[in-house]
């Protein structure tokens, strides 16, 4: 019930496209907002996106509007992070996590501490 876990990710190119996946339960989802974080050698743990139970809210880091795209597909408990024209500076181990104090209707990405559980990864390598 409460597992996470991630996959999806690979070696690509710049400008590039992955779909990176977090696979867990529909009790999750139903109680939890969910996000995703990504963090590279040497740097701190960062949020890029996350998803109010439901689905009805979504949000973004600055430095990844536009380009990536979280979801929900509630038939396979799953919620996806569509990440297109990948740069160089996007390789990381994304984790997925839940955050089961959110409101519905509500996601943030400025309090890494309301996630309270994480999935193990999935590493993303953006390189020619």
């Known amino acids: 019930q409460l597992q996470l876990v991630e996959s999806g990710g690979g070696n690509v190119q710049p400008g590039g496209s992955l779909r990176l996946s977090c696979a ?3 009790l999750t989802l139903r109680s939890s907002a969910i996000g995703w974080f990504r963090q590279a050698p040497g740097k701190e743990r960062e949020a890029v996106s996350c998803i109010s ?5 979504t949000d973004y ?3 990844v509007k536009g380009r990536f795209t ?3 597909d ?3 408990n799953t919620v996806y992070l569509q990440i297109d024209s990948l740069k ?4 990381a181990v ?4 839940r955050d089961w104090s959110s409101l519905p209707g509500t996601c943030t990405l400025y309090d890494k501490r309301r996630y309270t ?3 193990q990864g999935t590493q993303v390598t953006v390189s020619s």
Request: aromatic share 14%; net charge negative; proline share 4%.
């Open 61 to 63: 880091a600055d430095s």
């Open 117 to 119: 559980y994480w999935g």
């Open 70 to 72: 979280i979801s929900i």
């Open 53 to 57: 139970r439901g689905g009805s809210t």
């Open 94 to 97: 994304y984790y997925c996590a």
């Open 74 to 76: 509630n038939l396979k």
């Open 24 to 26: 867990t339960s529909a």
């Open 88 to 91: 160089p500076e996007d390789t």
